[in-house]
């Protein structure tokens, strides 16, 4: 019994010299960035993003890369006022109004703002760079698609934004066709809109990924509900868990190896990533996404350069270059910092898990086919002249553009 | 009124512009929910469902005959909720809340809670920080 008690107590005293020498292995010591035990730089923990930046720079701005601290200051307290204000809702009974879900002021996340004008720190202006026209070719047949399904409803009726490029008129025979690409993300507008989301429910494919909860895309800028990142080191491998979306966070391995990509023939949803050391900064190179994969406009051929840099024990810088020849004319590049979090107070982790909760799904194509029979029963509209996808209707807590509209679009 | 709106999904598309991910719900609403439904009534929080992509808030609506019927109120996400201050406390059994929103498509008693309110009228899940912002993060430094 004697033997089995010292035998414990030295286990457990060989454990906690480990545990000691581990913490000090970590230790910060001045300018140095800290190390794993197995001495490579350590970018371990949770990580957020805590500063609001949009994505590209507003126009006003020009080549200017940072705000100053007294326009910040501005922004964001009329931005703060505005959210501040009570809800504002849409006509009642419209299908904007339902759109709007709940308080949007709520729904999404509003920081402070940043000191970047923009994410893209390249190319200089801080937009993406143009399309290429075989890109635009396939956004331009998504988006015909899109409006032909559109054409029968009041946001075509009503001339709204929902329809632009499109006219009101009588149901289209489109409406059997197969979408002529996959459909991958709601929303017309901007660079990286035309993935998709048409006024359909025939199957959960008529539907956007964030609805089939496989909105999680890489790379990944926080987005409108936030995110953070769980990072776990071990040697040959790094782990980032994204919590992101409404439930849609996953698990990343990044193989810290010489070895090659994957073979072309094998694609992978967030792409296949090889990583290295270069000093003190980890860079990952990602292919073999997939043809239903999408970022901005980008498939198959999208190929990151990231690079994670510790700059101090509570800083990791991250940078991104994006290229696809077949979608961008020419390669841009995005830089975030992130900020590290209480490990301990912040332990509670909330699995995704968004396809079990996901009632949504079920309940809006069962809803379909409910007001399909309705129809053919002579009960109730055709279905195809009812708004459920790009109806507008979420304006992200800001309104119009008057005084009630986001200070940094306005 | 309509005129407005459509200034406002013009601001709308612009921030789509701008946006680097798709800006959009986890599902679109107007599919799920029925806007010649609306619903307007009082209920008592029976649980709260705290799920992954919504969360579910199950009420109690008593009828004017006096019957019971049970709803269930989609809500936000989890993540932001937390991230807003907003848990598992925040809003317990037998507490009154009144639901202003659009009824399933699918006849089902659930409903999107468009404007979720106590019964004394206070406003549901607008948190604050000292700029007065919903803000769900302080800024700089690391978070307790």
Redo the contacts between chains.
């Keep these: 019994m004697r033997t089995r008690l010292f035998t414990v107590i030295g286990v457990a005293l060989v454990i906690a010299a480990v545990v000691v020498f581990v913490r000090l292995a970590r230790t910060d010591v001045a300018g140095q960035t800290p190390q794993t035990p197995w001495g490579e730089p350590d970018l371990q923990g949770l990580w957020?993003y805590?500063?609001e930046v949009?994505?590209?720079r507003?126009a006003r701005y020009g080549n200017r890369e940072f705000f100053t601290e007294e326009e910040r200051a501005e922004l964001?307290?009329q931005?703060?006022?505005i959210?501040?204000k009570?809800?504002r809702?849409?006509?009642?009974?419209?299908?904007?109004?339902?759109?709007?879900?709940?308080?949007a002021?709520?729904?999404?996340?509003?920081?402070?703002l940043g000191r970047r004008t923009s994410?893209i720190v390249d190319p200089p202006d801080g937009k993406i760079p143009p399309l290429t026209p075989e890109a635009q070719q396939k956004r331009a047949e998504l988006r015909a698609f899109q409006l032909a399904l559109l054409q029968p409803t009041d946001v075509c009726k009503?001339?709204?934004?929902?329809c632009?490029g499109g006219k009101y008129g009588p149901l289209s025979p489109r409406r059997a066709e197969t979408p002529p690409h996959y459909l991958t993300?709601?929303?017309?507008?901007?660079?990286?809109?035309g993935?998709g989301?048409i006024n359909r429910?025939d199957n959960p494919e008529d539907?956007?990924?964030?609805?089939r909860?496989m909105?999680a895309?890489l790379p990944?800028?926080?987005?409108?509900?936030?995110f953070f990142l769980q990072i776990i080191q071990s040697p040959g491998a790094v782990s980032i868990f994204y919590?992101t979306?409404?439930?849609?966070g996953w698990q990343r391995v990044i193989p810290v190896t010489a070895n090659p990509h994957l073979p072309s023939h094998l694609r992978q949803w967030w792409g296949n990533s090889r990583g290295r050391w270069e000093g003190n900064t980890l860079v990952v190179d990602v292919t073999n996404f997939t043809p239903k994969t999408f970022f901005?406009g980008s498939y198959e051929n999208l190929h990151l350069v990231e690079r994670w840099t510790r700059l101090d024990a509570?800083t990791i810088e991250y940078a991104v270059t994006i290229e696809d020849p077949t979608t961008w004319t020419s390669p841009w590049t995005v830089k975030q910092e992130y900020?590290?979090?209480?490990d301990f107070?912040?332990r509670h982790y909330?699995e995704?898990?968004?396809h079990?909760?996901?009632?949504?799904?079920p309940?809006?194509l069962?809803?379909?086919r409910?007001?399909e029979r309705a129809f053919a029963e002579g009960r109730g509209p055709d279905p195809a002249t009812?708004?459920?996808?790009g109806?507008?209707?979420?304006?992200?807590g800001?309104?119009?553009?008057?005084e009630d509209?986001?200070p940094l679009?306005r | 009124m309509r005129t407005q709106l459509a200034v406002v999904l013009g601001g709308l598309g612009l921030l789509l512009a701008g946006t680097a991910v798709p800006v959009s719900a986890h599902h679109a609403f107007a599919a799920e929910f029925d806007s010649n439904k609306p619903v307007n009534f009082k209920g008592t929080v029976q649980k709260v469902e705290w799920v992954n992509p919504h969360v579910w808030i199950h009420i109690a609506v008593k009828r004017p005959d006096g019957t019971v019927e049970p709803w269930a109120i989609e809500g936000g996400t989890p993540n932001v909720l937390f991230r807003r201050g907003f848990t598992r406390q925040s809003l317990t059994a037998g507490t009154e809340i009144m639901i202003d929103g659009y009824r399933s498509k699918d006849g089902t008693r659930r409903a999107n809670g468009r404007d979720l309110t106590f019964a004394d009228g206070r406003k549901m899940f607008l948190g604050g920080s000292g700029t007065g912002a919903p803000y769900e993060l302080r800024p700089g430094g690391e978070q307790k």
């Design positions: 957020s805590d500063l949009p994505l590209q507003p964001d307290k931005r703060a006022e959210l501040g009570s809800d809702r849409y006509e009642r009974g419209s299908e904007q109004d339902v759109g709007g879900a709940y308080n002021a709520i729904f999404t996340t509003h920081k402070p994410l009503n001339n709204l934004q929902g632009a993300v709601a929303g017309a507008g901007g660079p990286g809109g993935g989301a429910s539907r956007s990924l964030g609805e909860c909105a895309v990944d800028f926080g987005g409108n509900t936030g919590d979306g409404q439930g849609q901005q509570a900020n590290k979090q209480n107070a912040n909330k995704p898990r968004c079990e909760g996901n009632y949504g799904m309940a809006l069962v809803g379909a409910v007001e009812k708004c459920t996808a109806c507008g209707g979420f304006a992200l800001f309104g119009d553009t008057g509209s986001n679009t």
